[in-house]
């Protein structure tokens, strides 16, 4: 273990008469001034940040960019990944409205916003890639979804995959006719049929599929006024 230690012994202390640190290095405005060179490039263009400083952001429009950040690598300053937010949340996150995950990493950020759960990058804007995981809620809405949802063992799951198609709809008999043309206009061979009676029994007529209609033939003519549900999911 080490530390520099400084040049200069001084046995007193300073009572600073302006509102700005000593030191100005350790306060800019935006989070955005913390990888801008124009903000530490000196006059002879060097720059003079080092590995443990620590920096505030006091004044940033998205107020969830303030706070104070640590500087993981002075080479690197330029860089996001290398300003690691110090957080003051503990570590269930719930003892603050956000919450951070892999914040050195350019992470995500769980907010809270008058009560709903929002989930944004790293620089505050908004994030829309989660993959995987568990969500435990009352309630869940989803305003985009590239792809499907599908339940496995009683938890809901997001997949980017073939979107699921239904079509729902009631074949009535006239007495007359056996053989019924199913307009679904699903545009799938990949498709199942369930055909559900008036006890809402699942009955087995021959079917014979097609891209966007089916053929459903009974043995004999339906009876008049007779129900039957037809459920065709396909994807």
């Known amino acids: 273990m080490a530390r520099n230690k400084g040049t200069f012994n001084f046995a007193a202390n300073f009572e600073i008469l302006t509102k700005a640190p000593l030191d100005a290095r ?3 405005s935006n989070k955005a001034d913390l990888i801008d060179p124009s903000i530490w490039v000196d006059t002879n263009n060097n720059v003079w940040l080092y590995k443990g400083l620590v920096a505030s952001v006091t004044s940033d429009p998205s107020t969830i960019n303030n706070g104070l950040y640590f500087l993981l690598d002075e080479a ?3 860089s996001y990944q290398y300003w690691l937010k110090i957080n003051n949340t503990d570590a269930s ?3 603050s409205l956000t919450f951070q995950l892999n914040n050195g990493n350019n992470g995500v950020v769980l907010k ?3 009560g709903n759960l929002e989930v944004v990058r790293f620089d505050g804007s908004t994030y829309a890639n989660i993959t995987s995981g568990c969500l435990t809620t009352n309630s ?5 979804l590239n792809g499907i949802l599908y339940a496995v063992d009683g938890s809901i799951y997001a997949s980017a995959g073939n979107v699921i198609k239904v079509y729902d709809a009631s074949l009535i008999g006239n007495g007359t006719t056996a053989d019924f043309t199913i307009d ?9 049929m369930t055909i559900y009676d008036n006890l809402n029994k699942v009955i087995y007529p021959d079917i014979e599929r097609g891209l ?10 339906i009876t008049m006024g007779t129900e039957y549900e037809i459920i065709i999911i396909g994807f």
């Open 140 to 144: 869940l809405k989803i305003d985009t």
């Open 76 to 78: 690197n300053y330029t």
């Open 26 to 28: 350790l306060v800019v």
């Open 112 to 114: 809270d916003s008058s």
């Open 93 to 95: 996150g719930t003892s």
């Open 212 to 221: 966007n209609s089916d053929i459903i033939s009974f043995s004999e003519p």
């Open 184 to 192: 679904h206009s699903l545009n799938t061979m990949k498709q199942t």
